[in-house]
């Protein structure tokens, strides 16, 4: 058969004409009528739903229908005889049909026209869900039946495929299953919503129809139970009637109606349902039944409930109380602490705790942190600012919360406010500092004892007194005090710390100088005891002392020092009382001797006699006052030693030939030892005799008739530089202990009588050991005590080896040389006696008794040798001098100054005035003589 195209000219039958529904027996008769008719063909072909395309045998389209030309939008001009109906497809189709019939018939089919015509071909119905592919490329699924043409039953001749646009029936299959699936979930969400939630449904009057398991089993009543009943059965009561008609009304008008209902059960507890009650309404929207769904929130609001109990507890307290979640947003905030900060508690909910209250840390945030993960809390201080600015500090403790899995959920903060606590402790901080500040630098010692008599407080002044403080503190100050003044004197000041504590009364220490037990020294103090108001309100005792002991000392030592001047004063009165009686001493004999020359019976003997105690008077008088001027001369440093190596044993021997004649008249015996080898010292030998005359007098003065004296020398062993030691020793009445230290001093005598037999200024020894010292020696004196005998012991440096000692050259007796001497002094009797010795001498005298007269004298007389006072009235002798000096004719007069002055200054003015000598008085008469005799 061969398919005749259509003619687009002729019109498509009525689709709904065609009746494809129809009886098959009909169908075959009518269909045999129509072939017969040709117009069955014709139908087909140009039906507008099913297109129609034959093929030749090779598969290029030769017919293409008006239903065709619409499905495809090709006009069949275009396709006829050009292409193959397989590119009118989607050739993924193509390949899938051909894997699939290769598969299926085991053996490799191409995709394309051979894959789409095999089973055709074969006589094998072919019917294939195609995507075909439009002109303008758009796509459609297609239902496309191939059915191979044959010639006479017999060869094909080509092949038709009818195809029918499958987009609407695709689309119905697909809502149709989404449909199903849709209400597969429905019914999974109904099964979940079941098993999850507590479900009912009741009819319009509220009586129940169906309960699930879960309503049996929150209710405890058993689904018997429930059927046919109402919720009434349920009702706790606790709700109003307004309640219950709120959700009457809501649900009578079609509406949903949800809230939390507390029902009772049958046991009598009561539960929590949050519920939804959604009216089932028919077509015209009016309710027909009721279905409630619920969730048991028994718990949560449990829980609530409680959480509710603690915040309106929290809210009781004054503190402000915090909660906020781990990123800081405030979940809680109580009463406390909208009255702390001044926010309300819907104000803060939700904001960031730190940023509203801008927390400043005063430890780094990192370290707070950590240690309230650590240990889940943290206390300390922060500085929050409140609503209206104020900046205040809290002390916060911070709880870290956890849930179950033991993740940080919340921190509670627990703050009070200690702004007023801090600004107090500052004040009291800053006031104690002032105060111990001052306590500390107070000029005077302090310490606190308080009313359990402990040690409690020491100030700087204090603490060297105690010593190492740091064991003393809190201990029992009584123990404290008798370890430093002993038993007795610090039990005194423990109980007047005792009565002052419990009486309040102040004690004023008079003068305390005690010996300190603990170091062994003397201490004097200023102290007093007050009692003071402890900060805690407790008594307690301060002590204010001041260590006197170095103006105590000083105190002393002025008493002492004017002491000494009263005894300085005492020596120095006694002295004068003892120079004017040894003055006056020889003056009895000097006037008994010169009465006695005077008297006309004496024999020559007598007057022999009264000459030798006039001289021997005036010779101690000479000594006395040589070593008065001695001793002041080596005070004021002004004795220049003459010093010259000299031997010993000559210096020994002429002092003790001097006091021999003391010592012989007292009957006492004078044993001298010297080492056998010669010791030879570099001395002043004059002032060396002077030394050891004085202690060989002393000892023979002070020891009675019959005494023995010893003087000895010895070379000092092991002494460098070499030194000799000379004892002067006797067995005479000794030293007094008390008298001994000061044995050398000025005008000391071991008896201070006016009637004592020894005379004497008192001043020898003092002579003696500053001669001892000028010599680069020591003396010292020993005594056993009165009636023991007294020991001098002089420690003198000696040269080192022999040494050949020059004897004083003695000069030949000179003759006497006759002169012409002027003797000028105020002194009357002075100067008679001197021109009448002179005279008796030979010299030609003249004599003058002032200044003016003595000018006169001289240039008159014009004499060889002046005897020159300087103490003279109207001019003195060194005026006098000048003068004389300036007459030519008495260049070469001998002008010799006597005075009694003998200080240095005197000597370089007589020098400067034109003196030749200076001697003082009263003149050695003998050194006189040698001097007018050399002087030629
Ligand atoms: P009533 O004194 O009986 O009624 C209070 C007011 O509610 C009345 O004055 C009236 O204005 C209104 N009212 C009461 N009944 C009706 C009605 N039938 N139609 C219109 N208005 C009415 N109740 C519970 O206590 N617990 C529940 O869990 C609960 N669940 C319910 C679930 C569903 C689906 C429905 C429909 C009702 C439910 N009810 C529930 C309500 C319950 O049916 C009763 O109405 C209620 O328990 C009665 O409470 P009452 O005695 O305090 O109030």
Redesign the pocket.
Known sequence: MKAEPTSGTKQPPDSSNVQLHADITAREESEEALHKAGALQSAIFNSANFSSIATDAKGIIQIFNVAAERMLGYTAAEVMNKIMPAELHDPQDGIARAEALSVEFGTPIAPGFDALVFKAARGIEAVYELTNVRKDGSRFPAMVSVTELREAEAAIIGYLFLGTDNTSRKQTEEALVKAALAAAELAAIQSAVSEAAII?????????EQVNDNFVNISKYSREELIGQ????????L???????????T??KGEVWRKD???RAKDGSLYW?D?T?APVLNERGEPVK???V?FDITARKQAEQDLSEKARLLDLTQDAIIVRGTEGEIRYWNHGAAELYGWSREEALGKISHELLQTKFFVPVEEMLAELHRTNHWVGELIHTKRDGQRITVLVRKTLDRDSEGNPAAVLENISDITARKLAENALHLSAGLFSSLVEKAPYGMYVVDDQFRLQQVNARARPIFGNIQPLLGRDIAEIIKGFWGEEVGGRIADIFRHTLETGERYLSPSFTERRQDLDVQESYEWEAQRIILPDGRHAVVCYFADISERRALENSKAELAADLVRADRAKDEFLAMLAHELRNPLAPLRNAAEILQTPGASADEHDQAQRIIGRQIENMTRMIDDLLDVSRITEGKIELCRQPVALADILGAAASVARSGIAARRQELTISLPAEPIFLNADATRLDQVFGNLLGNACKYSDSGCHISLSAERAAGVEPPEVIVRVRDDGMGIAPELLPHIFDLFVQSTRSLDRAHGGLGIGLTLVQRLVKLHGGSVEARSEGLGCGSEFIVRLPILPGPVAVQPPPSAPAAPEILRRILIVDDNEDATNSMAMLQRHRGHETRTAFTGPEAVAAAAEFLPNVVLLDIGLPGMDGFEVARRLRAMPALADTFLVALTGYSSDEDRSRAREAGFDEYLVKPVDLDLLREWLRSRA
């Open positions: 009912v449904v009741t009819d319009l009057t509220g009586r129940i109402d919720h009434r059965l349920l009702n706790s009561g709700h109003p009637k307004a309640f219950i008609r709120d959700l009457w009304l649900i009578t209902i507390r029902n349902v519920t009650i009721f279905i409630a619920r």
